[in-house]
């Protein structure tokens, strides 16, 4: 099995934070389709820690507001990532190189579609996570799925307004997909089916652990996410200062990233 750095599994944690089949729909659907109120604005902050360490080993706030969502990480703050979901686009900006990478929300779909159909046999999909059927305990109100030697539990909120779960549901499923585009992070697959029903019940995530195995050890990464229901002054002053760099980057390919 590969071994992945903690820079891969950053994005890995956040993506499990769960995409959604509203009233049965949102799985049918592309992304882009799966429509909120365009009114919702709340923070989402999102820690991350490697094993036991007290101190967090990434740091990101995940910004909604009216139908658009700003994931700003603190630590390791080069790159923003705007969804874009009223404009069917995801947006990449590099703070260090000033550019940005504007990628259709269609190909992420597309890319999704053939990277799972690719996996033709049985073994092939069990192995992908492509097969993995998420599990709920109602007494903990806790997700589960595994695949491999791999395994995500999430503790969840169910006190969230279900524009909100919806919002971030669709971010999640939108990161996932880009995640798999850029090749970083674990196999998306069974973390999207868990994404699904998740914001189907119309829940969002409090506490997340990745358990890898690595023969007869394992690593684990943990998340607390913490929803705030509003946006501060200063949330709206860093969506207003990556609007700038939106204007002002040179656009260049996904490829030119490094």
Request: no cysteine.
């Given at each position: 099995?590969?071994?992945?750095?903690?820079?891969?599994?950053?994005?890995?944690?956040?993506?499990?934070?769960?995409?959604?089949?509203?009233?049965g729909t949102f799985a049918a659907m592309p992304p882009a389709e799966a429509q909120t109120s365009g009114h919702t604005h709340f923070r989402v902050e999102t820690k991350i820690f490697e094993g036991k360490q007290a101190k967090p080993a990434a740091h990101h706030l995940i910004l909604f507001d009216s139908g658009l969502v700003y994931d700003v990480p603190v630590i390791?703050?080069?790159?923003?990532?705007i969804y874009d979901s009223p404009r069917s686009r995801v947006i990449l900006i590099d703070r260090v190189a000033k550019t940005r990478t504007t990628l259709t929300i269609d190909d992420l779909v597309r890319v999704t579609a053939q990277a799972k159909s690719a996996a033709e046999t049985r073994s092939q999909q069990e192995r992908l996570g492509i097969l993995a059927t998420?599990?709920?305990?109602?007494?903990?109100?806790t997700y589960r799925i595994s695949?491999?030697?791999?395994?995500?539990?999430?503790?969840?909120?169910?006190?969230?307004?279900?524009?909100?779960?919806?919002?971030?549901?669709?971010?999640?499923?939108?990161?996932?997909?880009?995640?798999?585009?850029?090749?970083?992070?674990?196999?998306?697959?069974?973390?999207?089916?868990?994404?699904?029903?998740?914001?189907?019940?119309?829940?969002?995530?409090?506490?997340?652990?990745l358990s890898i195995r690595r023969g007869i050890a394992t690593d684990?990464?943990?998340?607390?996410?913490?929803?705030?229901?509003?946006?501060?002054?200063?949330?709206?002053?860093?969506?207003?200062?990556?609007?700038?760099m939106l204007a002002l980057y040179r656009e260049v390919p996904l490829d030119q990233i490094k």
């Open positions: 099995m590969m071994r992945f750095s903690m820079s891969f599994l950053t994005p890995v944690l956040l993506a499990v934070t769960f995409s959604g089949t509203i009233v390791d703050d080069r790159f923003v990532t998420p599990e709920f305990d109602a007494e903990t109100n695949f491999e030697d791999t395994a995500y539990e999430t503790v969840v909120d169910d006190s969230v307004a279900l524009d909100s779960a919806i919002a971030y549901g669709q971010f999640a499923d939108l990161a996932s997909r880009l995640n798999l585009v850029r090749r970083i992070g674990l196999p998306p697959f069974a973390r999207m089916s868990l994404n699904q029903r998740i914001a189907a019940d119309g829940k969002m995530p409090k506490e997340t652990t684990r990464f943990h998340a607390k996410h913490e929803v705030i229901k509003q946006l501060s002054q200063k949330d709206l002053k860093q969506i207003e200062e990556i609007g700038s």
